[in-house]
């Protein structure tokens, strides 16, 4: 199987990871009812999460996702508690609806970010809008790739010195091969095999050492790891969405179907700490789109 036909056979099945995602691995079998809680007898803002997926969510509660949680568990005053599962298949089975407890409980009642509209669970309005983005080093040889127009226009010589990363299913992949840039690709899974594997790993290992000189990523992933490696400088370019071939997504907070009261009560933190959120998005590199 050539490379082109390889990696363009996994774009007929479209899911989020936390590349990724996307955005959400989370993609198993049809959501099932659940019937709302009793809010006066919740206990804890118990959280479904990521240990492993940096800059959205970790053990040590270091990503932004961890400090909104943080956010509304102090507003609620409740404690803070998390499920911790890989953010990919089976995600929301393992967590969200998962009451395997001795008392029937869920063992955690929120999922702090998911594509809007998501369709194993009930969504709150979208709390921000990224975009995929362009990634390379400053100062090799492609500093005058201020866009995806400059990247399609380049000489075809300069082209064939490109080794760019590209995970697979990703709308990345769709756009090279639009522009006929498939033979520069070094192929990457969305999704690794390693649960403690994380998709920054491209930008600090493979991009800084020059495995690769270009990628494409996940802007809140590109925008967190550019900042912190602190040398070399690491350029990020957001993506414009064309006809055909989107980029840019909406992410909002998911709880379980038939909760209503507990939808609405997060819509009203997101509401209430919206410019809190934002500044917390900022202060990860998140770049952030206007609705």
Known sequence: MSRRKSVYSGLS???????????????????????????????ALKVCADPYSLPSSNKEQQGFENKIAQLFAGDLKLPLEYTWFPQRIGFIRNTLRNNDAADGRYKCDIVMGVP?????????????????????????????????KDLVKLPVERKKALRIGLFDRSPAAMWLIKN????NIIPYPIMSGDARAYPGEIIEKDLVSDKINLTFVWGPIAGY????????????????SEPGIRFD???????RFGEKDWKQQIQALIDKHRERIRAILAEYGVPLLED
Do not use: H
């Open 180 to 183: 006929d840039m498939m033979e």
């Open 249 to 255: 997504y909406s992410i909002a907070m998911a709880v």
């Open 225 to 240: 790891f550019a900042k912190r490696v602190q040398f070399p400088e690491v350029v990020v370019i957001p993506m414009r």
């Open 116 to 148: 809007a509209n998501f369709e194993l669970a009930a969504t709150t309005k979208p709390y921000y809008r990224s975009t995929w983005t362009m990634v390379y080093v400053k100062g090799r040889g492609w500093d005058d790739v201020k866009s995806q």
């Open 13 to 43: 099945r479209p899911r989020w990871s936390w590349v990724g995602g996307i955005v959400a691995g989370a993609l198993c079998s049809s959501a099932a009812l659940a019937g709302p809680e009793d809010q006066d007898q919740r206990k």
